[in-house]
T-cell receptor, first 114, second 117 residues
Framework: NAGVTQTPKFRILKIGQSMTLQCTQD?????MYWYRQDPGMGLKLIYY???????DKGEVPNGYNVSRSTTEDFPLRLELAAPSQTSVYFC?????????????FGQGTRLTVV | TQLLEQSPQFLSIQEGENLTVYCNSS?????LQWYRQEPGEGPVLLVT?????EVKKLKRLTFQFGDARKDSSLHITAAQPGDTGLYLC?????????????????FGQGTILTVHP
């Protein structure tokens, strides 16, 4: 059971370039999330999704876009990369409407914008 | 918006000391979770508390959920260098959160714990 898989693990982008961070889960979870984590800090929610076709903004959505065409996949798109988007990005999923909801995280994508 | 305030943000202590991390909100959560993250890895679940007033123990770690299900604490007894890491609390939104928020997890900003030998 793979859980949550993120690709790539590392990426260096030039200012103004774009890229898509891939996230897929094989647990049939309805909730999926994208977080960013700056050095020495906690998690900030970028976008989340409650199911296929439904997405919503988190705390820090500017400069990012998401889509959720299937239950399994939740890609995060960066358009016009900026140095402020240098961070570690984590994708997570959870199976909701249960009091013991647990979030499962991917290994993270370390992105540097230069 | 249901927010979780975690304190302190940074904690640096000597091996053998005790510590408490707090997670507070003005909103009610259906459950509250604590995660631990090691460098280079994603967060991993430590415990879930679901009942107001609940106390759970995991070896030297004691987790408590407030009676009103708005706050939680993590107490570590006799901290060891292996406890070093980022500790995150997360609340699961309850039915009163409304809309599509039911079941969604909201994370606190985290507490970075460093235990020195």
């Amino acid at each position: 059971n793979a859980g949550v898989t993120q690709t790539p693990k590392f990426r260096i982008l030039k200012i103004g370039q774009s890229m898509t961070l891939q996230c897929t889960q094989d647990m049939n979870h309805n909730y999926m999330y994208w977080y960013r984590q700056d050095p020495g800090m906690g998690l900030k929610l970028i976008y989340y999704s409650v199911g296929a076709g439904i997405t919503d903004k988190g705390e820090v959505p500017n400069g990012y876009n998401v889509s959720r065409s299937t239950t399994e996949d939740f890609p995060l798109r960066l358009e016009l990369a900026a140095p402020s988007q240098t961070s570690v990005y984590f994708c997570a999923s959870s199976y909701s409407v249960d009091m013991n909801t647990e979030a499962f995280f991917g290994q993270g994508t370390r992105l540097t914008v230069v | 918006t249901q927010l979780l305030e975690q304190s302190p943000q940074f904690l640096s202590i000597q091996e053998g000391e005790n510590l408490t991390v707090y997670c507070n909100s003005s909103s009610v959560f259906s459950s509250l979770q604590w995660y631990r993250q090691e460098p280079g890895e994603g967060p991993v679940l430590l415990v879930t508390v679901v009942t107001g007033g609940e106390v759970k123990k995991l070896k030297r770690l004691t987790f408590q959920f407030g009676d009103a299900r708005k706050d939680s604490s993590l107490h570590i007894t006799a901290a060891q260098p292996g406890d070093t890491g980022l500790y995150l609390c997360a609340g699961a939104h309850d039915l009163n959160a409304g809309g599509t928020s039911y079941g969604k997890l909201t994370f606190g900003q985290g507490t970075i714990l460093t235990v020195h030998p």
